[in-house]
């Protein structure tokens, strides 16, 4: 299995979260499937734009409060092995909508939307030791919400920003950066995990 290209935004504002993304996406082309029920023949439209050859980079976006089974069991083989230059993103209020199957193949991030995605001036792509402990050190007191607020911004630091292909483990990282989070583990840690992930031995 490849390693995935897109993430799951899990936002209670789905339109609010679409033009973040469209107006954080310039000048990639984005093309936007928006449904109260996501259902087969939308998974079918999806399917068609998917497979249209790109040059370039092309985010889909796929968004509804509801999604069918059969609707999302269509879309798995897209999900593990999307065509190249496609990135998908896919828009949930919740978590639960989605089939385990779906939720396995994409890195799953919660959107607060008591905030904008932070700024984070790294580059993860070269990032050391010394800019790891360096960003630990500036991030020494933040609380919960705020370190999640910085996970969210890694992420998309990583995977808008600078388009890097992530690996299965920064993947895993990020996923399980939130139920950390919410099971109380020290922010600090939390952020360790994920940026140590993107050091390279030199």
């Keep these: 299995m490849s390693a995935p290209r897109g993430h799951i935004l899990i936002a209670s504002d789905i339109q609010a979260e679409i033009e ?13 499937f928006v449904e109260e029920n996501f259902k087969i023949e939308h998974a079918k439209l999806v399917m068609s734009e998917a497979y249209i050859s790109e040059s370039q980079v092309k985010y889909i976006i796929l968004a509804a409060l509801e999604f069918t089974s059969v609707a999302q069991n269509s879309l798995l083989k897209l999900l593990e092995e999307p065509p190249p230059h496609i990135e998908l993103i896919i828009i949930s209020p919740t978590k639960s909508n989605l089939l385990q199957t779906v939720r396995s193949r994409l890195p799953i991030l919660k959107i607060n939307k008591t905030h904008e995605t932070l700024a ?8 050391d030791y010394a800019e790891v402990f360096l960003f ?3 991030n020494a007191r933040v609380k919960k919400n705020e370190a999640k607020a910085l996970v969210e911004a890694l992420f998309f630091q990583a ?4 388009q890097l292909m992530l690996t299965p483990l920064q993947l895993e990282n990020f996923d399980k950066a939130y139920r ?7 922010p600090q840690s939390v952020l ?11």
């Design 180 to 186: 950390l989070l919410d099971l109380n583990s020290r």
């Design 136 to 138: 630990l050190k500036e």
């Design 20 to 32: 973040r993304l469209e107006a954080s996406l310039k000048p990639h082309r984005v093309v936007t």
């Design 159 to 162: 995977t808008v920003v600078q």
């Design 192 to 202: 360790a995990m994920i940026l140590m992930s993107f050091v390279k031995e030199k």
């Design 120 to 127: 984070i001036a790294l580059n993860l792509a070269r990032i």
